[in-house]
């Protein structure tokens, strides 16, 4: 068996990438197939943390737009992570797979308020750990939690599991020239303007010294091959 590359890691799942070929709602034979995936990667010895966007639900900017008040849209955004949570929380839980539901925004009837040292607990103890609610604050996406979680559970990575399979230095779907990256400073990413994650939770992990890896979920095994240290996809580093 090969050894592992990354032992604790913060996989960032985007809420779009769980409804499958739908694009809204859950598909869940793509959430088992994740789920496979993760209980392989504990199995192995991994820690193993998870956000999960809400976006095939509610985007509160883009579902939002200036139909309604910017807060509570991005409050509908942090609820619709919560139903993502549970679902992948359950399907883990069918494989027996020890997890527990931790959310920015307290709701102690469905699940444990975030607390770092009890997330560290858990993860220490082989349960994954699924955080929700983003940040719990308006403003920031999804993918600034995930930063933000991986940098206080001291995460070795940042998995970034999306319906792309790279980094490219344009849109692959508008521009057939578009080149992928294997691999990317932050400072590149940056400056080019170029879609990893938004620029807040890019310089937060910048500032951080949190590698990304930037992969298709189609294949959910891409999770296990990164963790493995197979060159998959896009890493954002800070240097070459």
């Keep these: 068996m090969s050894e592992i590359k990354y032992k604790r890691v913060l996989l960032k799942i985007s809420g779009e990438a769980l409804a499958g070929d739908k694009h809204r709602g859950l598909d869940f034979n793509v959430i088992g197939g994740v789920c496979d995936v993760i209980k392989k990667c504990v199995e192995a010895g991994v820690q193993v943390g998870v956000v999960v966007g809400g976006g095939n639900f509610w985007r509160g900017l883009k579902d939002g737009g200036d139909r309604m008040e910017r807060v509570r849209a991005d409050q509908m955004g942090m ?49 994954v750990v699924i955080f929700g609610c983003g940040t719990g604050n308006p403003y920031f996406s999804t993918d600034t939690g995930a930063v933000l979680r991986a940098a206080e559970i001291d995460a070795d990575v940042i998995l970034l599991a999306k319906n792309i399979d790279g980094v490219y230095s344009a849109d692959p779907l508008k521009d057939p020239t578009a080149v992928k990256y294997d691999e990317i400073t932050y400072d590149e990413v940056l400056a080019k303007h170029l879609m990893v994650m938004d620029t807040t939770a890019t310089s937060l992990s910048m500032d951080n010294h949190i590698p990304i890896v930037l992969f298709a979920l189609k294949d959910p095994e891409n999770i296990y091959r990164v963790i493995m240290g197979e060159k998959i996809g896009t890493i954002v580093k800070e240097e070459l």
């Design 79 to 127: 609820l619709a992570t919560v139903i993502n949570c549970l679902a992948v929380a359950d399907c883990l839980e069918q494989r027996d797979v020890p997890v527990r539901v931790q959310t920015a925004v307290e709701m102690n009837k469905i699940a444990e308020p975030y607390i770092r040292g009890k997330a560290l607990r858990h993860l220490e103890k082989g349960r």
